[in-house]
Every structure is written in structure tokens, then in C-alpha cells.
């Protein structure tokens, strides 16, 4: 959908991030003495790129995750996928994922991409569209890198949740019964269409010269 902005709408934005600090990694912060998850991809190492299959400029399907160190006591675990560079006051949400088993596992490519993962045990939540799936990567172009953070948090006994819930209601959850976390964060960016590299002819001409072509 983004992919369609012209270029001038990501540099009027360009100032504007919700910020790592409003993620709801750092909000609910379990760093300190509460043990970590590993959380990583087959497709992307933490804080590198992430391929273009898994954005609006490609097949738009979520990547391969994977998980270690879940403890003990966990009852369930809750991924929540976030924008920290949305050009908004809180973070994009791309995915939520409620109910996945309290132990080292993985969600292979595509999984988040429909409502099928009740058979395996677990259901999705609200993306901040609204609707219970995966939203593809789709920075405004020429907006600067972004950085997608994979949360994955453990749960206590006494968590609970509605059919599909949201943000506010994770996070209220979160609060109240996570007792451990861990955080994958993989960059995107969509490339300003303006800018070309040196010697590129343009991609338009007018009579009257170049015309500028239109993350």
C-alpha cells in the first residue's frame, strides 16, 4: 500500500518514529535477573536486512522464526512483530500471536499469513489494520531504514485473552503475567525513488528534460 506514496510524503516524515523505547519489548522490560528467550530467523541475523520476499515489494508472506530458553514456568508464550520507525505515536503492529506452547519452538515462513494456526494450537491477534494476520513490510519510500522488532514474551498461568485481541490488551497482559522475553529486530527500507545511482540514466524524460520519478 505504502509503496504507492511518492517520495516527498517520506521526507516531509522523515523526523518522525515511535522509537524502540515505546516497542513492547522495552516497555515491558524483563532484562534484569528474569532470564532471556533467543529468538532468531533463517532469513535474517538480528539488526541486518530483511529480504524483500517478506515486504509489500515481494511476496509479503512472514519469515521463519525461532526460539530458545523458554523457562519452566512459562504457561504459554505471545509474539508481537512492531514498526519501531512508523512515522506514528506508537509502533506499527504487524502481527500478533497469542496462545504458541510454553517451550523452544518455531513458526515456519508463512505462517501468520491466515487464521490457520488455531490448529496448532495458538490464534492471532489485531495488526494495527485490524485484522487477525500478517501485515507485510511496507515503510513509506525514502523514509530511512526501518527497524521490525520479533518479540516473543513468556506467560504465566492466568493469562487471558480475547478472540482476537489487541495491541492494549497484550500489553495490559503483558504488564500483568510476562516473566520473560526476548527481541529480534531486522531492518527494512525502501528506497527513495529519486535518488539514482551515479551514471543512471532516468527512469522518465519530458520535453523539457528529466522528470523525477516518483519505503
Not at 518514529?17 to 538480528?46: C, N, P
Not at 519452566?72 to 512515522?87: K, M, T
Not at 506499527?92 to 515456519?108: K, M, T
Not at 530511512?144 to 492466568?158: C, E, T, W
Amino acid at each position: 500500500m505504502l509503496e504507492k506514496l511518492p517520495d516527498a510524503v517520506g521526507h516531509a516524515l522523515s523526523g518522525q518514529h515511535a522509537g524502540l523505547d515505546k516497542t513492547a519489548f522495552r516497555r515491558i522490560d524483563l532484562r534484569a535477573g528474569m532470564g532471556a528467550i533467543e529468538v532468531r530467523s533463517l532469513a535474517f541475523a538480528d539488526h541486518a536486512p530483511i529480504p524483500a520476499r517478506y515486504s509489500a515489494d515481494g511476496a509479503g508472506i512472514s519469515p521463519p522464526l525461532q526460539w530458545i530458553g523458554v523457562p519452566s514456568a512459562a504457561a504459554s508464550l505471545l509474539l508481537i512483530v512492531e514498526d519501531a520507525d512508523a512515522p506514528m505515536p506508537q509502533p506499527l503492529v504487524h502481527a500478533i500471536v497469542v496462545g504458541l506452547p510454553a517451550q523452544d519452538g518455531a513458526l515456519a515462513e508463512g505462517a501468520l499469513d491466515s487464521a490457520d494456526g488455531e490448529d496448532a494450537g495458538y490464534r492471532l491477534g489485531l495488526n494495527s489494520y485490524l485484522q487477525p494476520a500478517w501485515m507485510a513490510l511496507d515503510p513509506p519510500p525514502g523514509h530511512g531504514v526501518h527497524r521490525y522488532a520479533f518479540q516473543l514474551f513468556a506467560l504465566q498461568a492466568g493469562a487471558k485473552f480475547s478472540a482476537a485481541p489487541g495491541r492494549d490488551e497484550v500489553v495490559d497482559a503483558l504488564t500483568a503475567h510476562a516473566i520473560a522475553s526476548g527481541c529480534l529486530i531486522g531492518t527494512y527500507e525502501r528506497p527513495d525513488g529519486s535518488i539514482r545511482e551515479p551514471g543512471a540514466e532516468p527512469a522518465m524524460a519530458s520535453a523539457t528534460g528529466p522528470s523525477a520519478a516518483a519505503a
